[in-house]
């Protein structure tokens, strides 16, 4: 069974202004380590999927960061869409690609901006996820799995996935049980209900399935996409692969592929995981993650303090002093400043509607 990467490496990061910019997204930044997220999330997966099975999708904005950051990814598993709507389109296309190359593979399908607190479990989960994923259900058909995140807070920046009792495979560490229902983003009373009932986890955006399974999930679900399929596999690695897919992409509303697909699947298994995790979907996610002790200040760069607690700082070339302040994050980049709330880190995308007013 031969094990395939598709990561997907397209989106803006507008949170996390003034590190990241258009022109520079998260994927890039180096936020919990010295790497930069992309390469760490091609890293953690290399002693797993040699890097001739890791395919890597995001748009010509950014494909040549992309193999900057990774100059050893064969320029023929980088795939550029020709627009960014959302994953469900995204792993259509790169699923396709895949197929060409290695059939029915099992496909890992991961996000190039998170961060895990222990590789080596990754690869574990990982690995028993391939060989479920490879092992039909009682119906016949192959599963569909997602990594869920057992969940250590009440938490409603993420969707919430529920498992049954249905233990369908189980190893030393992990189990796949048969989904119940997905949640999307529930309020904070809703989300504090899933905690106290169990059984509930939080959505990771990591998934893993066979290319035939996958594809076939398209087929019964959204046919009218299934319809153009055929069309984009007989063009790829030719000319006419831009337009074909450009074609796709413009006549289709995108979408996530838990929407679109998942929630619609009566093959859906979930993994729990309980090693740290985090989608760092904003400051206040990167501080949790990073955060050993709840009264310490943590800091990048050139800082100092006095009667402050709780806070995140990351500096480039000035100074930065707290003085009796906390619960804040104070980012300095390229000659921009950002003092925030860390309650307030939704509200990062607002400064830049703003700044983009102003500018025109």
Not at 307 to 324: E, M, N, P, Q, R
Request: hydrophobic residues 40%.
């Amino acid at each position: 069974m031969k094990i395939c990467a598709l990561i997907m490496a397209g989106g803006e990061g507008k949170r996390f202004w003034p590190l990241s910019k258009k022109s520079r997204p998260k994927q890039f930044l180096s936020l919990a380590g010295e790497k930069s997220l992309i390469r760490q999330t091609v890293d953690r997966i290399l002693p797993l999927i040699p890097i001739d099975r890791i395919y890597i999708v995001t748009t010509e904005l950014y494909a040549d960061q992309t193999l900057e950051h990774i100059p050893e990814l064969p320029q023929q598993n980088l795939i550029l869409e020709p627009d960014g709507k959302n994953t469900a389109p995204c792993i259509a296309y790169g699923t396709l690609k895949i197929k060409k190359v290695y059939d029915d593979s099992v496909t890992v399908v991961l996000p190039a901006d998170h961060v895990i607190g222990d590789d080596k479990a990754f690869r574990e989960a990982l690995s028993f996820a391939a060989d479920v994923a490879d092992t039909k259900l009682d119906n016949g058909e192959y599963p569909l799995i997602t990594l869920g995140v057992t969940p250590t807070t009440a938490e409603t920046g993420y969707g919430y996935i529920k498992g049954t009792d249905d233990k369908i495979a189980s190893s030393e560490n992990y189990r796949a049980l048969r989904i119940e229902k997905f949640t999307e983003k529930p309020d904070l009373e809703t989300s504090i209900s899933f905690i106290d009932q169990g059984g509930y986890y939080w959505n990771s955006g990591i998934f893993i399935w066979k290319t035939s399974s996958i594809i076939r999930a398209f087929s019964d679900i959204i046919p009218k996409w299934y319809k153009r399929f055929d069309e984009i596999s007989k063009n790829l690695s030719s000319i006419s692969e831009v337009g074909a897919v450009s074609k796709f992409y413009g006549e289709i509303s995108g979408g996530s592929i838990d929407k679109l697909i998942l929630e619609h699947s009566e093959n859906t298994l979930v993994i729990p995981i309980s090693f740290p995790w985090s989608d760092v979907g904003n400051w206040k996610a990167l501080d949790e993650f990073l955060r050993n002790e709840e009264n310490e200040n943590i800091v990048r760069g050139n800082a100092v303090s006095i009667d402050s607690s709780k806070c995140l700082v990351f500096g480039a070339d000035k100074l930065i002093a707290l003085v009796g302040v906390e619960n804040i994050v104070v980012v300095e980049s390229e000659g921009s400043i950002l003092v925030l709330n860390k309650e307030r880190s939704q509200d990062v995308k607002k400064v830049i509607d703003e700044i983009n007013k102003t500018r025109k």
